[in-house]
């Protein structure tokens, strides 16, 4: 788990976007709002999630929108938690604390792979 | 502020309000929106309830230095930047100045998968980030009910809205929360239930396929305000309510008196004319010379030197010129002076608010002292009877309260009685005059009487009146034994009437000539008689002077027979009587 600014991320993520099926690395945003129960559950979910259907094709980055509240109105954060999948496009938007598995595997379109 | 809210006090003594900047809301909300709290604006689709919150926020920040935060939910920054455009309002120039923050929020269903347990802290985030980068004190959430629809969870969306109210509450920002008018219900989600300080419902009603755009206070938690429904304009510049009952009757009144026009007029109402500021209502049938006297009135004001402002509805600037012209009225120079304006519109093209933006409006760039309106009739057409008579109220409330003098003409048919009109506003004005038919001898003629005039002793004559290649000219009319006649009949009987006067003045001069003679024939029988008498009078006086000297000449015999016989001096001669007054005694002939 690694938390990340915006910077960097959006330039990393253009050059990315080009070679998506080359590379094939699964990009991952997920934003919280402080240490919530909702927000740890979340994180855990999606990384045992990742784990199972994408280990070592995928990065993820936690947002905590309580230090960079900025960073909410760029990807149209409304609820806590919520998972965007940045690449491969299309942009798909989850959200939810992941408890539910199938659907987020559904929302991520991860149940063909 | 925020430590009243967070105590949960009752009401302080007088809540606190914001001033909305908007033309008549402040008014009827007797001073804005209750400040530190959400206010619901709620509405069917298109009834102004976006501009209604924009212009709060652009007023906030323009006029009140409170700056506001615009979250949008249907529309983007970019539209919203467009479509405001129109109303004047530069929203690019706010949001660089850090005086306005727009958020679009985009909540598409199609897009959002839910899986498992959320809340909507990012909204909170947002917000809040966007109050505290420009310091907000107003805030407009536009309509956040489209979170219903983009999330499944109604559960969490309601609850989260408790707590999102509750907490701009506690921020102290004075919120607009739009809401879409649901099916038996304020909103369509009940918003009614969380936000209920103030609760402001718009209405876009058509009736007869012309719109009215309408508003009304369903709630003011802790305040009173005015509890009609208010009809309300959104023009080029901006959102306007128009409270009926706050222009008031509390206007200046003015003793200062101008011409109608006519002068024989003005002799009919007081010898002074009309009084300034007031309404004068021309009322009659058709072509009984209404805008004529109209374009007298708009003649004698611009010779004044003052501005008049001419509304036709139905007829053209260039007609009604020709027109006036074949009564010798030339209204051409003054167009070209400036001082009168024409502004002919059918009713019928807009509905009755937009009639009265546009009043208004044209009152206040044109600045008239008098105003025409040629004929009010003729805006029943435009809307319901009673919605005419309400707006003409109104107009007629702002004319007054400008001192502007205004000449209302309506046309009665022949069929209703002449003391009435057809949007019944004869108790709102001030003066009014009659025309009318006087159907005589196979003729029509008109006539005009003064059927009331406020504050003045007016004449109750009937005059009638004539349209002249001079104008207007007030005639009296023939009231004798044979009831009120006019035109050739009055002629004719005019033309008896002085036929008999003639006639008279002559038996007159027979008689004066008979006695004259009378008199001559006296005087020349006194003559003769006098004559008579003096000659007998001479005659007699000689005969007298005869015996005079007779009776002398036997003194003087006696004398000599005395001295004859020597007799003494004791008997005198007897006296003569003195020759009478002859003309005295003739006199008495």
Same mark, same amino acid.
């Not at chain 1, 919530?36 to 999630?49: D, E, F, G, M």
């Not at chain 2, 998968?113 to 109050?131: K, Q």
């Not at chain 2, 209502?281 to 805008?291: D, E, M, N, Y």
């Given at each position: 788990?690694?938390?990340?600014?915006?910077?960097?991320?959006?330039?990393?993520?253009?050059?990315?976007?080009?070679?998506?099926?080359?590379?094939?690395?699964?990009?991952?945003?997920?934003?919280?709002?402080? +240490?919530?129960?909702?927000?740890?559950?979340?994180?855990?979910?999606?990384?045992?999630?990742?784990?199972?259907?994408?280990?070592?094709?995928?990065?993820?980055?936690?947002?905590?929108?309580?230090?960079?509240? +900025?960073?909410?109105?760029?990807?149209?954060?409304?609820?806590?938690?919520?998972?965007?999948?940045?690449?491969?496009?299309?942009?798909?938007?989850?959200?939810?604390?992941?408890?539910?598995?199938?659907?987020?595997?559904?929302?991520?379109?991860?149940?063909?792979? | 502020?925020?430590?009243?809210?967070?105590?949960?006090?009752?009401?302080?003594?007088?809540?606190?309000?914001?001033?909305?900047?908007?033309?008549?809301?402040?008014?009827?909300?007797?001073?804005?929106?209750?400040?530190?709290?959400?206010?619901?604006?709620?509405?069917?689709?298109?009834?102004?309830?976006?501009?209604?919150?924009?212009?709060?926020?652009?007023?906030?920040?323009?006029?009140?230095?409170?700056?506001?935060?615009?979250?949008?939910?249907?529309?983007?920054?970019?539209?919203?930047? +467009?479509?405001?455009?129109?109303?004047?309002?530069?929203?690019?120039?706010?949001?660089?100045?850090?005086?306005?923050?727009?958020?679009?929020?985009?909540?598409?269903?199609?897009?959002?998968?839910?899986?498992?347990?959320?809340?909507?802290?990012?909204?909170?985030?947002?917000?809040?980030?966007?109050?505290?980068?420009?310091?907000?004190?107003?805030?407009?959430? !536009?309509?956040?009910?489209?979170?219903?629809?983009?999330?499944?969870?109604?559960?969490?969306?309601?609850?989260?809205?408790?707590?999102?109210?509750?907490?701009?509450?506690?921020?102290?920002?004075?919120?607009?929360?739009?809401?879409?008018?649901?099916?038996?219900?304020?909103?369509?989600?009940?918003?009614?239930?969380?936000?209920?300080?103030?609760?402001?419902?718009?209405?876009?009603?058509?009736?007869?396929?012309?719109?009215?755009?309408?508003?009304?206070?369903?709630?003011?938690?802790?305040?009173?305000?005015?509890?009609?429904?208010?009809?309300?304009?959104?023009?080029?510049?901006?959102?306007?309510?128009?409270?009926?009952?706050?222009?008031?009757?509390?206007?200046?009144?003015?003793?200062?008196?101008?011409?109608?026009?006519?002068?024989?007029?003005?002799?009919?109402?007081?010898?002074?004319?009309?009084?300034?500021?007031?309404?004068?209502?021309?009322?009659?049938?058709?072509?009984?010379?209404?805008?004529?006297?109209?374009?007298?009135?708009?003649?004698?004001?611009?010779?004044?030197?003052?501005?008049?402002?001419?509304?036709?509805?139905?007829?053209?600037?260039?007609?009604?010129?020709?027109?006036?012209?074949?009564?010798?009225?030339?209204?051409?120079?003054?167009?070209?002076?400036?001082?009168?304006?024409?502004?002919?519109?059918?009713?019928?093209?807009?509905?009755?608010?937009?009639?009265?933006?546009?009043?208004?409006?044209?009152? +206040?760039?044109?600045?008239?002292?008098?105003?025409?309106? !040629?004929?009010?009739?003729?805006?029943?057409?435009?809307?319901?009877? /009673?919605?005419? /008579?309400?707006?003409?109220?109104?107009?007629?409330?702002?004319?007054?309260?400008?001192?502007?003098?205004?000449?209302?003409?309506?046309?009665?048919?022949?069929?209703?009685?002449?003391?009435?009109?057809?949007?019944?506003?004869?108790?709102?004005?001030?003066?009014?005059?009659?025309?009318?038919?006087?159907?005589?001898?196979?003729? /029509?003629?008109?006539?005009?009487?003064?059927?009331?005039?406020?504050?003045?002793?007016?004449?109750?004559?009937?005059?009638?009146?004539?349209?002249?290649?001079?104008?207007?000219?007030?005639?009296?009319?023939?009231?004798?034994?044979?009831?009120?006649?006019?035109?050739?009949?009055?002629?004719?009987?005019?033309? /008896?009437?002085?036929?008999?006067?003639?006639?008279?003045?002559?038996?007159?001069?027979?008689?004066?000539?008979?006695?004259?003679?009378?008199?001559?024939?006296?005087?020349?029988?006194?003559?003769?008689?006098?004559?008579?008498?003096?000659?007998? !009078?001479?005659?007699?006086?000689?005969?007298?002077?005869?015996?005079?000297?007779?009776?002398?000449?036997?003194?003087?015999?006696?004398?000599?027979?005395?001295?004859?016989?020597?007799?003494?001096?004791?008997?005198?001669?007897?006296?003569?009587?003195?020759?009478?007054?002859?003309?005295? !005694?003739?006199?008495?002939?």
């Amino acid at each position: 788990m690694k938390l990340a600014g915006k910077t960097g991320i959006a330039k990393a993520a253009r050059k990315q976007r080009v070679r998506r099926q080359d590379v094939g690395i699964w990009e991952l945003r997920l934003y919280i709002a402080g +240490q919530t129960p909702n927000s740890i559950t979340a994180v855990t979910n999606l990384k045992r999630i990742c784990e199972e259907r994408l280990p070592g094709r995928y990065r993820i980055d936690v947002i905590d929108l309580l230090l960079n509240p +900025q960073l909410a109105k760029g990807d149209q954060i409304i609820a806590i938690p919520t998972l965007v999948r940045r690449l491969p496009a299309p942009m798909k938007r989850i959200v939810g604390n992941l408890s539910k598995s199938e659907r987020a595997v559904v929302g991520l379109d991860l149940q063909a792979r | 502020m925020g430590t009243k809210v967070r105590n949960r006090k009752p009401v302080e003594r007088s809540l606190r309000k914001s001033l909305t900047g908007i033309q008549g809301l402040d008014e009827i909300t007797r001073g804005g929106l209750p400040a530190g709290r959400p206010t619901l604006v709620c509405g069917s689709a298109g009834c102004g309830k976006t501009l209604l919150s924009m212009e709060f926020l652009v007023r906030g920040a323009t006029e009140y230095n409170e700056p506001g935060v615009f979250m949008a939910f249907e529309e983007t920054a970019e539209e919203l930047v +467009q479509n405001v455009r129109s109303l004047g309002f530069d929203l690019d120039d706010l949001v660089a100045n850090k005086r306005l923050a727009l958020d679009f929020v985009q909540v598409e269903r199609s897009e959002i998968e839910e899986a498992g347990e959320y809340d909507l802290e990012g909204l909170f985030v947002r917000l809040g980030y966007a109050i505290d980068t420009i310091g907000a004190k107003r805030v407009v959430l !536009d309509t956040i009910e489209t979170l219903f629809g983009g999330l499944s969870n109604a559960g969490v969306i309601r609850a989260e809205l408790r707590r999102l109210f509750r907490w701009l509450k506690d921020k102290g920002v004075t919120a607009i929360v739009t809401g879409e008018r649901g099916d038996g219900t304020l909103t369509r989600n009940g918003l009614e239930e969380y936000v209920s300080d103030c609760v402001i419902l718009l209405d876009h009603r058509i009736t007869e396929q012309v719109s009215t755009r309408r508003m009304r206070i369903v709630k003011y938690r802790g305040s009173s305000h005015g509890t009609n429904e208010y009809p309300f304009l959104i023009d080029e510049k901006g959102f306007s309510v128009l409270p009926i009952t706050s222009l008031g009757l509390e206007h200046q009144v003015s003793d200062e008196r101008i011409s109608s026009g006519i002068p024989r007029l003005d002799t009919m109402l007081g010898g002074k004319g009309y009084y300034r500021g007031s309404t004068v209502l021309i009322s009659g049938t058709a072509g009984c010379g209404k805008s004529s006297l109209s374009a007298h009135f708009a003649q004698a004001v611009c010779q004044r030197g003052e501005r008049c402002l001419y509304i036709a509805f139905e007829e053209s600037p260039g007609q009604i010129l020709r027109n006036m012209r074949s009564i010798g009225i030339d209204l051409e120079p003054w167009v070209k002076k400036g001082l009168l304006r024409f502004q002919s519109t059918r009713a019928t093209t807009d509905g009755l608010e937009v009639h009265l933006a546009k009043f208004h409006k044209l009152i +206040q760039e044109f600045e008239p002292r008098a105003v025409i309106i !040629d004929p009010v009739g003729t805006l029943v057409q435009a809307g319901a009877l /009673r919605d005419a /008579r309400t707006m003409l109220t109104r107009l007629v409330d702002f004319l007054k309260a400008r001192q502007i003098t205004a000449v209302l003409t309506n046309l009665t048919s022949g069929r209703d009685s002449a003391e009435s009109t057809d949007v019944e506003i004869s108790s709102i004005v001030d003066t009014w005059l009659l025309l009318r038919d006087i159907e005589l001898g196979g003729e /029509r003629n008109r006539a005009l009487y003064v059927l009331k005039s406020r504050g003045m002793a007016h004449s109750n004559q009937i005059r009638e009146f004539l349209l002249t290649e001079h104008g207007i000219e007030l005639m009296e009319v023939y009231v004798g034994a044979e009831g009120v006649l006019t035109g050739s009949s009055r002629l004719s009987q005019e033309a /008896r009437e002085r036929a008999a006067a003639l006639s008279r003045e002559q038996q007159m001069e027979a008689r004066q000539r008979e006695r004259e003679r009378k008199r001559e024939a006296l005087e020349a029988r006194i003559a003769a008689m006098r004559k008579e008498f003096e000659a007998e !009078d001479a005659e007699a006086a000689r005969l007298v002077d005869q015996d005079r000297s007779r009776e002398q000449e036997l003194g003087l015999d006696r004398e000599a027979m005395g001295r004859s016989r020597q007799s003494d001096e004791a008997g005198t001669a007897e006296r003569v009587p003195e020759k009478s007054n002859g003309r005295a !005694d003739s006199a008495r002939v």
